[in-house]
Every structure is written in C-alpha cells, then in structure tokens.
T-cell receptor, first 112, second 114 residues
Framework: AQSVTQLGSHVSVSEGALVLLRCNYS??????LFWYVQYPNQGLQLLLK??????LVKGINGFEAEFKKSETSFHLTKPSAHMSDAAEYFC??????????FGAGTTVTVRA | NAGVTQTPKFQVLKTGQSMTLQCAQD?????MSWYRQDPGMGLRLIHY???????DQGEVPNGYNVSRSTTEDFPLRLLSAAPSQTSVYFC?????????????FGPGTRLTVT
C-alpha cells in the first residue's frame, strides 16, 4: 500500500521568493515519486520524477525536488517564484506500476 | 500527435441519467486510466486498462463501467448518475520511460449531476 501527504493545502509566496512544497510518502516497496502541476482548467503536467539514482531531481520551469529516504520525503522547491508558477501542485507515488496515488494537492499563489 | 483527448469538456446530468465520457489517445500507449478529482482529495483512480480487452478496478470504481475494445479508446460509462459523481474526470495514458510509467493526462471533463 502507498500513500502521499502534502503539508499545506495553500501556499502564498512573493514574486522572487523561495517556493517550498512539502510531500511525505509511505510505501511498502522502493517508491517512484512524481510532482505534477495543474494550471487552471487544464490537465496535469509532469514537473519531475524520481526513479533511482541521484536523489536531487531537476525538472521543468526551474523546479527541483530531493528524495530523502530517511525522512520519507520528496519536497519540491524553486529558488525564485514567478507569477506564472501560480497553479495547483500534486505529489504522487507509484510502486513502478501504472497506478499513481496522489496527494490532496497544494495551491500556490504568487503575490506581486 | 493530439495526445490524450477527452469529450465532452462540460456536462450536466440529472440524477439517474446515464452517459459515456470519451477518451482517446494517439500515442499507442498500452496503459490507460480514469481518475476523478475532487477538492481536497487529489486524484483518485476509478478504473484502468493494461491493454485492449483488459480492464480492472481502481480505488473508487462503484457506479462506473469501462471497456477497452481498441488500444486508442477507453470510454467511461456512468450507469445511473448520482450527485456524488459531480467531479472533474481525467483520462491518462502511460508509457514506460526512464524506468517507470510516465502518465499523460487529458484536459478533463467537468461533470455536474443535479
């Protein structure tokens, strides 16, 4: 069984500030971890994924995430927020099959 | 490639009505899935398919049927709509990439049941 907990349903940041979205997972097998972004009225788009190997993963739009097995975490960061980063972000876990378990999502608001 | 397409984009049903949400992909992916998205609950898996003629239940299958007669199409049928099925529905197709399955999502169907 696997599950994901995203801490904080809403995050508000100033433009140019650090974006930090928290994700903790539970999995009975080595996990595969994903972050997706959903812009208003659109489908989900893959930001980045962790499978094996390097624990710091770089994705699109300047985002990165670090897999920490000891903390069962996969937090998403971006050093400098842009207005275009306003969206909902979902963390997801898979046991390497085609079924994903999603967190509840975190809505990011960027203040000018 | 059009990717994953879904029709309709919006639909309003009355309780007890039935309908089919359409999903098609042109990427020749074996795996396809249906999710529903509800506020504060993320996406939950309804049904999935590992290939033509093979389907299985996900986390929340009750009230929904699926079939997979071709690789391209994976329709979702609501048998007798209920207000609890008001949601946004996403179809996804998957391919093996970089050691795991990478999912591609359609734009969604927003369904309201009154």
């Amino acid at each position: 069984a696997q599950s994901v907990t995203q801490l904080g349903s809403h995050v508000s940041v100033s433009e140019g500030a650090l974006v930090l979205l928290r994700c903790n997972y539970s999995s009975s097998v080595p996990p595969y971890l994903f972050w997706y972004v959903q812009y208003p009225n659109q489908g989900l788009q893959l930001l980045l994924k962790y499978t094996t190997g390097a624990t710091l993963v770089k994705g699109i739009n300047g985002f990165e995430a670090e897999f920490k097995k000891s903390e069962t975490s996969f937090h998403l960061t971006k050093p400098s927020a842009h207005m275009s980063d306003a969206a909902e972000y979902f963390c997801a876990v898979s046991s390497n099959d085609y079924k994903l378990s999603f967190g509840a999502g975190t809505t990011v608001t960027v203040r000018a | 490639n059009a990717g994953v397409t879904q029709t309709p984009k919006f639909q309003v049903l009355k309780t007890g009505q039935s309908m089919t949400l359409q999903c098609a992909q042109d990427m020749n992916h074996e795996y396809m899935s249906w999710y529903r998205q509800d506020p504060g609950m993320g996406l939950r898996l309804i049904h999935y398919s590992v290939g033509a003629g093979i389907t299985d239940q996900g986390e929340v299958p009750n009230g929904y049927n699926v079939s997979r007669s071709t690789t391209e199409d994976f329709p979702l049928r609501l048998l007798s709509a209920a207000p609890s099925q008001t949601s946004v529905y996403f179809c996804a197709s998957s391919q093996l990439a970089g050691g795991t399955y990478e999912q591609y999502f359609g734009p969604g169907t927003r369904l309201t049941v009154t």
